[in-house]
């Protein structure tokens, strides 16, 4: 499994634009990238997932260089209820499907 | 997004006792399931990967005997912590994966997950 790094901690204010870049230098050719949110006593939610380019949904957009070795998640405009854990995975979607989650970064929003 | 829910969502038992946490994907099918397990302050950790008809794939360190796993049907899997100590209280996270439409990428969601304390 691709090991991922990202941030401990971040800390924002209410409707500023949130940048989280995770590193995954060795990144396989059948992996994918994906991104949840948890907070606490929750199972993570599903927010975005890429394999390259730049990937847009409602919530949030994700972009990966071409070589792949990094992607950053943006979060346009947050609030208060953003605040939470981020997490950065990569993973076969191809074949074992297994993701393996590192520590996450905490993301913190003021008002 | 796909809807996963877990059952129950906290528990507290005994010593001793053994304890069951179904995981259920209620909108598509699921051939392949996989547990986690979160302690206080910590990330999710991969228990093991549970396909539809066949055996529980468990990862390193984790007792098969002690955390049995079935995947008797295609919506359902569940796992019973067996003879449970106070150092198996912890956050139990089930994910499923859903194949999506012809052509898409897999997604894994996840249940709510459960509480297990035991006394």
């Known amino acids: 499994l691709a090991k991922t790094t990202q941030p401990i901690s971040m800390d924002s204010y209410e409707g500023q634009e949130v940048n989280i870049t995770c590193s995954h230098n060795n990144i396989a050719t059948n992996d994918y990238i994906t991104w949840y949110q948890q907070f606490p006593s929750q199972g993570p939610r599903f927010i975005i997932q890429g394999y390259k380019t730049k990937v847009t949904n409602e919530v949030a957009s994700l972009f990966i260089p071409a070589d792949r070795k990094s992607s950053t998640l943006s979060l346009p405009r947050v609030s208060l209820s953003d605040t939470a854990v981020y997490y950065c995975?990569?993973?076969?979607?191809?074949?074992?499907?297994?993701?393996?989650f590192g520590a996450g970064t905490t993301v913190t929003v003021r008002a | 997004g796909a809807v996963v829910s877990q059952h129950p969502s906290w528990v507290i038992c005994k010593s001793g006792t053994s304890v069951k946490i179904e995981c259920r994907s209620l909108d598509f099918q699921a051939t392949t399931m996989f547990w986690y397990r979160q302690f206080p302050k910590q990330s999710l950790m991969l228990m093991a990967t549970s396909n539809e008809g066949s055996k529980a794939t468990y990862e390193q360190g984790v007792e098969k005997d002690k955390f049995l796993i079935n995947h008797a049907s295609l919506t359902l899997s569940t796992l019973t912590v067996t003879s449970a100590h106070p150092e198996d209280s912890s956050f139990y996270i089930c994910?499923?994966?859903?194949?999506?439409?012809?052509?898409?990428?897999?997604?894994?969601?996840f249940g709510p997950g459960t509480r297990l304390t035991v006394l």
């Open positions: 995975l990569v993973g076969d979607m191809v074949n074992d499907y297994k993701l393996s």
């Open positions: 994910s499923a994966r859903d194949p999506g439409l012809a052509g898409a990428i897999d997604t894994q969601y």
